[in-house]
C-alpha cells in the first residue's frame, strides 16, 4: 500500500487545481447520494461499539449520521472555493549577482494519519490532502471500521472520476494493531505521521515512528474570568465553550475565577450550567463558597481531587478554580494546559493584551469562546489536526500546514566564485 502510494502521489502532485476541484466536488455529490449507505455502515458500528462498552463521549464522536453527513459535504464545497495552496510564491529577491531566488509551496508528500472513533476525519484528510496534492494512508479506530470502509469507497470512486489515481488516498482495513507499527516504520514512503486521538496514541507514535510525528489535539482549555469581566456576560461564554459539544479537543475544561467576583459568579455559573447536567470539581475556596450559596445543587459538586486539573474532560465535568489575580490565573494555565486553547474573559485591554502575550497556547482567546479553535471557523476550510507543537504548523492545520517549500533559483548560467 506504502509503494502503492507513493507512486500514486507522483501524479497527485502534478495535477492541475481543477483536476484537484473535481475531486472534491465528486466527493462531495457522492457523500449526499450515499447518505443513506454511509448512515447504515455507522449505525452498526454504533451497535457494536455499545456493546463493547463505549461511553457516550465515545459513541458522539463515532456517530455520523444523515445531518453530519450533509455537514460534511459542506465542508468539502467550502475548500474547493479557496485559493490554490500550491500556487504561491514568496520571498522572491535578486542577488547582487542577478541569480533571482524564490520560495514555492510544495506538498509535504505521503501523509500518515492515525485517528480514534471520529470517522468524520476521513473525509476531512483526504480533502484537505487531495486540494493540497498529498496522498494520504489513513488508519481509523477498529470501532469506526465499517464507516470507514465506506468513506474510502466515496473518495476512491472520486479520484478516479477527476482521473486520479484511486490509491493517492488510501485506508488499511486491518485492525491489527500491528500494521500500525508497521506504518511507523516506513520512512522511505511516508513522510509525516499525523496522530489524531488520546495520550497513549501521540507517545506510541513519537516512539516508534522513523519519520516526523505532528502531535496535538489533546485540549486541557482553560477560560479566566477577570475581576473586570462583564459577568453577565461572561457565563453565556462559559456554557458555549463547555456545553455546545463537550467531547471535543477545543471544548472547556477549567474555570478560573478572579477571588473579588467569585461570590456573584459561582452560584449563577453552577446553576445555570448544573441546568444542562454538568458536575463539577472545585477548588476548597469555590466549595465554600457554592455550599453556601447554592446547597440544593450539592450533589453535582465536590472537591477537586489532585490530578482533576490535569485532565481533559471530554464529557459533562468541569473544573473549577478560584485565583487570587491574572498571574495567579496565567501560573496555573502554565502548569496544568496542555497548550491547545486558553482565554480570558475581560473587560480591561491591558489586562487581556498581558494575557495574549504570556500564555503560550496554540490559540487563545479574549472575550470568546475556545470552541472556535477549529479550522471551519478560522476559515480554513476543515484541518487535518490540531497542532500544539511549537513548530511551524501550529493550531488547526489547513491547506497551507499542509505544505513545505522549495528554493528556485534562475540564474544566466551562473558560476560561484
Not at 455520523?64 to 474547493?80: C, M
Not at 473587560?347 to 472575550?367: K, M
Not at 500546514?401 to 551562473?414: F, I, Q
Request: aromatic share 4%.
Amino acid at each position: 500500500m506504502a509503494t502503492a502510494t507513493r507512486d500514486a502521489w507522483k501524479t497527485l502532485k502534478r495535477s492541475t487545481h481543477a483536476q484537484r476541484n473535481a475531486a472534491l466536488a465528486a466527493i462531495a455529490d457522492t457523500l449526499l447520494t450515499r447518505s443513506t449507505t454511509i448512515a447504515a455502515a455507522n449505525a452498526e458500528d454504533l451497535v457494536a461499539g455499545a456493546e463493547a462498552g463505549l461511553d457516550a463521549a465515545m459513541l458522539d464522536r463515532l456517530r455520523l449520521d444523515a445531518p453530519r453527513i450533509a455537514a460534511l459535504a459542506a465542508d468539502v464545497r467550502t475548500l474547493i472555493d479557496l485559493p490554490d495552496p500550491l500556487a504561491v510564491r514568496f520571498d522572491e529577491r535578486v542577488l547582487p549577482n542577478g541569480l533571482k531566488l524564490h520560495r514555492r509551496r510544495v506538498p509535504i508528500g505521503v501523509l500518515g494519519v492515525i485517528y480514534e472513533s471520529r470517522p468524520n476525519v476521513s473525509i476531512d484528510v483526504a480533502a484537505l490532502a487531495i486540494k493540497s496534492g498529498n496522498a494520504a494512508i489513513l488508519r481509523g479506530g477498529k470501532e469506526s471500521l465499517r464507516t470507514n470502509l465506506a468513506l474510502i469507497e466515496v473518495v476512491q470512486q472520486a479520484l478516479l472520476q477527476a482521473g486520479l489515481p484511486a490509491n493517492s488516498i488510501d485506508l488499511i482495513r486491518s485492525i491489527d494493531r500491528t500494521q500500525v507499527l508497521e506504518l511507523l516504520k516506513l520512512d522511505a514512503f511516508v513522510d509525516l505521521i499525523i496522530p489524531r486521538g488520546g495520550a497513549a496514541l501521540h507517545a506510541f507514535c513519537r516512539e516508534h515512528a522513523r519519520m516526523p510525528v505532528i502531535t496535538g489535539g489533546i485540549g486541557i482549555c482553560h477560560l479566566y474570568i477577570d475581576d473586570r469581566a462583564d459577568l453577565a456576560r461572561a457565563v453565556p461564554v462559559i456554557r458555549n465553550a463547555k456545553v455546545q459539544r463537550p467531547t471535543v479537543c477545543n471544548a472547556l475544561d477549567t474555570v478560573l475565577v478572579h477571588r473579588a467576583v467569585a461570590p456573584r459568579v459561582l452560584p449563577e455559573l453552577v446553576r445555570t450550567l448544573a441546568a444542562d447536567g454538568l458536575r463539577f470539581r472545585v477548588d476548597a475556596p469555590a466549595l465554600d463558597m457554592l455550599e453556601a450559596t447554592v446547597p440544593d445543587l450539592r450533589a453535582s459538586v465536590r472537591p477537586a481531587e489532585p490530578d482533576d486539573f490535569d485532565t481533559e474532560w471530554l464529557s459533562l465535568t468541569l473544573s473549577i478554580r478560584v485565583v487570587n489575580d491574572l498571574d495567579a490565573a496565567i501560573e496555573h494555565i502554565d502548569a496544568h494546559s496542555s497548550g491547545h486553547s486558553d482565554g480570558i474573559l475581560t473587560e480591561d485591554g491591558d489586562r487581556a493584551r498581558d494575557f495574549l502575550e504570556r500564555v503560550d497556547s496554540a490559540a487563545v482567546y479574549w472575550n470568546a469562546s475556545t470552541r472556535f479553535t477549529d479550522g471551519g471557523q478560522f476559515g480554513l476550510g476543515a484541518e487535518v489536526a490540531v497542532s500544539t507543537q511549537r513548530i511551524h504548523a501550529r493550531g488547526p492545520m489547513g491547506l497551507e500546514e499542509l505544505t513545505s517549500y522549495k528554493w528556485v533559483a534562475e540564474g544566466d548560467y551562473h558560476t560561484r566564485k
